[in-house]
């Protein structure tokens, strides 16, 4: 059977050595400063421990000591909700933060000097702590899509097992008193403390690692220079919509070329082109809709896949002129000159029947073949071959990750027109 001394001691060990794990990752990486809030967050609670260590729960607290580590124990919680902040790119809220930790103490000390019921002391104690745990929950549910972690779950079990606990509290100081005042009542809130904080100081370090994860594998699927997604982004991104159980999806394929590229960096310098380049893109996203993906190709090459949900080849030829036109509609400013930038474009439709978007893939290159050939600033299209001509002309389907290489190796053949 666990001691009230070897609980608080093993909780007082395990705060200690998170503190420890939290300072050093804030040394290696001073940028997060989230470590060093949850790190002052685990102090708070550490040094209301020292204070607590060897008294039995079963006797209230005088007002002053009473203040003092209910403070401390808001401040850890009203701390955790700033990282938790601070981690997740917002704004910290000073102001609130300093009311929530002085609010969880403060009144417990005047209301036991002004002669108030104890219970009705503890209820502001812990109904302003599950306030500080509700907001910590709140910061995790509200996360956007787009930053969405796995491992936040585990911190939201330690929060939620805490505002379980306080809510609890609120209600057994009113009705359950004598059972309270029982030695053994301490034992499971210390073990059940204890529990907690271990999921919500392991989730933070599972948080931070699994987000360093996705920053890196987004880095890699991503074209550095014009924040597009790049080959191997391209193909992922298609292979996420995809369903082993749904057909094929429906898309349209648009490959685009900017006119005459080497000229303007022989012109204006690797810089200039890198700045075309950048407002290129900037001008595909405004012209694109939320679900289709744009890609950087390869050096001046840029491929849209467009949603499409039939065989009508008539809508991406006309998402293809309104690209046109958003590129040559105004001219960009390079190195402070305004120099006008068109672009060819070669469409195709994944039709029927087709495996994958590698067989479309090779008409849209052929269709951008022909733009330049035909004196690009133009939109060409390359039309699928009919059903029966497609069974026939493919005799070996390309599919996944085979495919996908064929395909880069199709697009990536040198032309022999100028660019």
């Avoid at 300093?98 to 609010?103: D, G, K, M, P, S």
């Avoid at 996944?400 to 022999?416: K, W, Y």
């Amino acid at each position: 059977m666990l001691d009230l001394t070897t609980l608080q001691v093993a909780s007082i060990s395990s705060r200690l050595a998170f503190v420890m794990v939290f300072l050093v990752t804030l040394l290696r990486h001073p940028r997060e400063i989230y470590f060093g809030v949850w790190a002052s967050a685990l102090c708070s609670s550490l040094v209301a421990s020292f204070l607590m260590l060897g008294d039995p729960p079963s006797v209230p607290l005088n007002a002053a000591k009473g203040s003092v580590v209910y403070i401390l124990y808001g401040a850890s919680l009203a701390l955790s909700w700033v990282g938790l902040r601070l981690f997740y790119e917002r704004t910290p809220r000073i102001p609130l933060t300093i009311v929530l930790t002085l609010a969880s103490g403060l009144p417990y000390g005047v209301l036991q000097q002004a002669g108030a019921s104890m219970p009705w002391s503890l209820t502001t104690v812990f109904g302003c702590i599950a306030l500080s745990t509700a907001l910590c929950i709140l910061e995790i549910l509200r996360t956007p899509a787009s930053m969405r972690l796995w491992t936040q779950y585990v911190v939201l079990l330690g929060f939620s097992g805490y505002l379980c606990t306080f809510l609890l509290s609120i209600g057994a100081v009113h009705f359950a008193s004598e059972r309270l005042a029982s030695p053994e009542s301490g034992i499971y809130p210390l073990v059940f403390d204890l529990w907690c904080g271990v999921f919500i100081q392991v989730g933070y370090l599972a948080m931070v690692g699994e987000r360093a994860n996705l920053k890196i594998s987004r880095l890699a699927e991503t074209d550095p220079l014009t924040g597009l997604a790049n080959r191997r982004g391209l193909f992922a991104a298609i292979n996420r919509r995809a369903s082993p159980a749904s057909p094929p999806p429906r898309c349209a394929i648009l490959l685009a070329d900017i006119d005459h590229f080497k000229s303007l960096n022989d012109t204006y310098g690797h810089d200039g082109g890198d700045a075309v380049l950048i407002g290129f893109a900037e001008r595909l996203r405004n012209v694109v809709r939320k679900n289709d993906i744009i890609a950087r190709w390869g050096g001046e090459e840029f491929l849209i896949v467009l949603d499409q949900a039939t065989d009508d080849v008539d809508p991406a030829v006309a998402a293809a002129e309104r690209l046109r036109r958003a590129v040559a509609g105004q001219p960009f400013t390079v190195n402070g000159a305004a120099v006008t930038v068109t672009a060819s474009i070669g469409v195709s439709i994944v039709a029927a029947g087709e495996v994958g978007i590698e067989p479309a893939l090779a008409r849209a290159d052929a269709a951008l073949y022909a733009a330049k050939r035909d004196g690009r600033n133009r939109v060409c299209l390359e039309r699928p071959l009919s059903q029966p001509d497609i069974k026939a002309a493919r005799t070996e389907p390309l599919s996944g990750l085979r495919g996908a290489m064929d395909a880069i190796q199709i697009a990536g053949q040198p032309r022999s027109e100028p660019a």
